[in-house]
């Protein structure tokens, strides 16, 4: 069983700064994408960013420019960073790990922007 072990976040003002992080049980070179995706109160979760395992990257509208996926295989650990944040980025965010038969989803993490 694959366990994505979150940490990070928090709460930061606007315009400030945050980062996650993401651990995986084995290494992330076994999965096909590697993704965060949040989910603000009363709202379905999104797609926030996304990297797949041919390193293309993807950016929702509302995270390019601001936000930065990453990851450092050696670690087995995927980042987001997060600048320049707004009050809508308030939500619980998750990572995902997927392969072509299983996604993994760690527990997630809450995000709270003040204006």
């Known amino acids: 069983q694959v366990r994505l072990v979150q940490s990070g976040g928090g709460s930061e003002r606007a315009g400030g700064s945050l980062s996650l992080s993401c651990v995986a049980s084995?290494?992330?070179?076994?999965?096909?994408?590697i993704a965060w995706y949040r989910q603000a109160p009363g709202k379905e979760r999104e797609l926030v960013a996304s990297?797949?395992?041919?390193?293309?990257?993807y950016y929702a509208d509302s995270a390019k420019g601001r936000f930065t996926i990453s990851s450092y295989a050696a670690k087995n650990t995927v980042y987001l960073q997060m600048n320049n944040l707004e009050p809508e980025d308030t939500a619980v965010y998750y990572c995902?790990?997927?392969?072509?038969?299983?996604?993994?989803w760690g527990q997630g993490t809450q995000v709270t922007v003040s204006s």
């Open positions: 084995r290494s992330t070179y076994s999965f096909d994408a």
């Open positions: 995902t790990a997927s392969t072509r038969w299983d996604a993994y």
């Open positions: 990297l797949s395992s041919g390193d293309e990257i």
